[in-house]
């Protein structure tokens, strides 16, 4: 030790840390640059208009095909930083989103249908993969070979988990629909979805969680990006709770009538043990806890995971009745998170980031609140989730509204249709009529 000391402070003299560089192939992703270029005019065929071939002429569609083959251009980004530069060489730079793009890039269920088409091995249906969970293989481990014997891997759910958090495992995977019933008939068949491949037994109980995990895991980059916003600006609401008589309002009307909201969660704080007089400790564990592992029946009966409330403002005149009215999910706390330690967790995020919205408001001297004193303006147990051209801005709500709808489509809420033109009941593709609910 005391000879690698100075040679140690020796080195840092010669190269002090803020003139330290580094050089890493995974430190900052490479520049993109588009190569698209405007396509030259389409020549004439008819042969008239030549005094010669046509393939003796520069740059021919029929000799020079990639000169008239279109490139796409890069997509635009919402913002764009001050770093931002035209690559030298490049034929285009990076382009800004415009408010109407902004608009289509706030919307949840554009962004769940733009995502990449893959097939479910259940239904033999091309979906968006928001709309199917990956299955990846794992090795199985010693304690469970003899009990899947003739099997050298098992399936397990894969990717769920926000990249921020956990790497999707690379390789062999398949895609199963969203439904906790089809996973749960397909295993009662014993069916082998994969050669040499079995399914793991706990598989739909842990994807529930898993899909419950990713909603916090949201919630927590949600309000890592929130302190990214500049204090002179005013916010653009992300997450407001209501109060009494708004909530009353939606019970009695049977409408949301909030601009830009995409979902509302009613969380209620969770209460303490009867036995144990404690509050169960909020957890963001991948594997569920010892004991928690099956919830709690409740004394009354459940309620639905969501249930669809049509928006308040209809965006087409009363007379285009052909038109569907927008529809907003409606979340219950209690059902659709079950275990006590992760609904701990979710209340105390969607506090912090209430937190973050009060401090900017306190902060911009634009934004001015109007607090009364009544009865009915207490806050309630009910959150609204905004997101539009102007909030997506600030901070990115799509994610958690695609993490909180792949949860009502695990439950069943959108699948469990049998009804005579249903698509996944019709032929040619495997049927599911066949599963009795």
Same mark, same amino acid.
């Given at each position: 030790?005391?000879?690698?000391?100075?040679?140690?402070?020796?080195?840092?003299?010669?190269?002090?840390?803020?003139?330290?560089?580094?050089?890493?192939?995974?430190?900052?992703?490479?520049?993109?640059?588009?190569?698209?270029?405007?396509?030259?005019?389409?020549?004439?065929?008819?042969?008239?208009?030549?005094?010669?071939?046509?393939?003796?002429?520069?740059?021919?569609?029929?000799?020079?095909?990639?000169?008239?083959?279109?490139?796409?251009?890069?997509?635009?980004?919402?913002?764009?930083?001050?770093?931002?530069?035209?690559?030298?060489?490049?034929?285009?730079?990076?382009?800004?989103?415009?408010?109407?793009?902004?608009?289509?890039?706030?919307?949840?269920?554009?962004?769940?249908?733009?995502?990449?088409?893959?097939?479910?091995?259940?239904?033999?249906?091309?979906?968006?993969?928001?709309?199917?969970?990956?299955?990846?293989?794992?090795?199985?481990?010693?304690?469970?070979?003899?009990?899947?014997?003739?099997?050298?891997? =098992?399936?397990?759910?894969?990717? &769920?988990? !926000?990249?921020?958090?956990? $790497?999707?495992? #690379?390789?062999?995977? *398949?895609?199963?629909?969203?439904?906790?019933?089809?996973?749960?008939?397909?295993?009662?068949?014993?069916?082998?979805?994969?050669?040499?491949?079995?399914?793991?037994?706990?598989?739909?109980?842990?994807?529930?969680?898993?899909?419950?995990?990713?909603?916090?895991?949201?919630?927590?980059?949600?309000?890592?990006?929130?302190?990214?916003?500049?204090?002179?600006?005013?916010?653009?609401?992300?997450?407001?709770?209501?109060?009494?008589?708004?909530?009353?309002?939606?019970?009695?009307?049977?409408?949301?009538?909030?601009?830009?909201?995409?979902?509302?969660?009613?969380?209620?704080?969770?209460?303490?043990?009867?036995?144990?007089?404690?509050?169960?400790?909020?957890?963001?564990?991948?594997?569920?806890?010892?004991?928690?592992?099956?919830?709690?029946?409740?004394?009354?009966?459940? =309620?639905?995971?969501?249930?669809? &409330?049509? !928006?308040?403002?209809?965006? $087409?005149?009363? #007379?285009?009745?052909? *038109?569907?009215?927008?529809?907003?999910?409606?979340?219950?706390?209690?059902?659709?998170?079950?275990?006590?330690?992760?609904?701990?967790?979710?209340?105390?995020?969607?506090?912090?980031?209430?937190?973050?919205?009060?401090?900017?408001?306190?902060?911009?001297?634009?934004?001015?609140?109007?607090?009364?004193?009544?009865?009915?303006?207490?806050?309630?147990?009910?959150?609204?989730?905004?997101?539009?051209?102007?909030?997506?801005?600030?901070?990115?709500?799509?994610?958690?509204?695609?993490?909180?709808?792949?949860?009502?489509?695990?439950?069943?809420?959108?699948?469990?249709?049998?009804?005579?033109?249903?698509?996944?009941?019709?032929?040619?593709?495997?049927?599911?009529?066949?599963?009795?609910?």
């Amino acid at each position: 030790m005391p000879r690698l000391i100075p040679r140690l402070l020796k080195k840092l003299a010669e190269h002090p840390l803020s003139e330290t560089t580094f050089n890493s192939k995974h430190g900052t992703p490479p520049r993109q640059y588009s190569f698209s270029q405007p396509s030259p005019s389409r020549p004439s065929f008819n042969s008239k208009d030549y005094t010669r071939s046509i393939l003796l002429n520069k740059d021919n569609p029929i000799t020079h095909a990639n000169a008239h083959r279109r490139h796409k251009s890069l997509p635009p980004s919402v913002t764009l930083s001050k770093a931002a530069e035209k690559r030298e060489g490049a034929r285009e730079g990076p382009r800004e989103m415009s408010r109407e793009e902004r608009s289509w890039w706030a919307s949840p269920y554009l962004r769940m249908l733009g995502s990449p088409l893959r097939r479910c091995r259940v239904t033999n249906r091309s979906l968006p993969a928001h709309f199917l969970v990956r299955l990846g293989q794992y090795r199985i481990p010693d304690i469970m070979k003899e009990t899947h014997k003739g099997t050298t891997t =098992l399936l397990a759910p894969d990717g &769920l988990e !926000s990249s921020r958090f956990r $790497v999707r495992r #690379a390789g062999r995977a *398949m895609y199963v629909v969203c439904w906790k019933h089809a996973m749960e008939e397909h295993l009662a068949m014993g069916g082998r979805m994969l050669m040499r491949s079995g399914t793991h037994p706990a598989l739909v109980p842990q994807t529930s969680h898993l899909l419950r995990l990713r909603v916090l895991q949201e919630l927590e980059l949600l309000a890592d990006r929130m302190t990214a916003w500049p204090n002179a600006q005013p916010p653009p609401p992300i997450l407001r709770r209501l109060t009494r008589g708004e909530f009353q309002d939606i019970k009695d009307t049977g409408r949301i009538p909030f601009k830009n909201a995409v979902a509302v969660l009613v969380v209620p704080p969770v209460n303490n043990d009867p036995q144990t007089r404690q509050c169960a400790k909020p957890s963001m564990e991948s594997t569920p806890l010892p004991g928690e592992a099956e919830p709690v029946q409740p004394k009354r009966p459940a =309620l639905p995971v969501s249930v669809l &409330l049509p !928006s308040g403002e209809r965006l $087409v005149a009363e #007379a285009s009745a052909s *038109m569907a009215e927008e529809q907003i999910p409606l979340y219950n706390g209690a059902s659709l998170f079950p275990l006590k330690p992760q609904r701990a967790a979710l209340h105390n995020l969607l506090c912090r980031v209430l937190a973050l919205e009060r401090n900017a408001r306190e902060k911009c001297p634009e934004v001015r609140t109007n607090e009364s004193v009544k009865a009915d303006s207490r806050a309630s147990h009910a959150f609204v989730l905004f997101s539009g051209p102007e909030s997506v801005l600030r901070a990115d709500t799509v994610p958690l509204a695609i993490a909180l709808w792949r949860i009502r489509l695990f439950e069943g809420a959108d699948w469990d249709d049998h009804r005579e033109d249903a698509w996944i009941l019709k032929a040619p593709y495997l049927s599911m009529d066949i599963w009795e609910p």
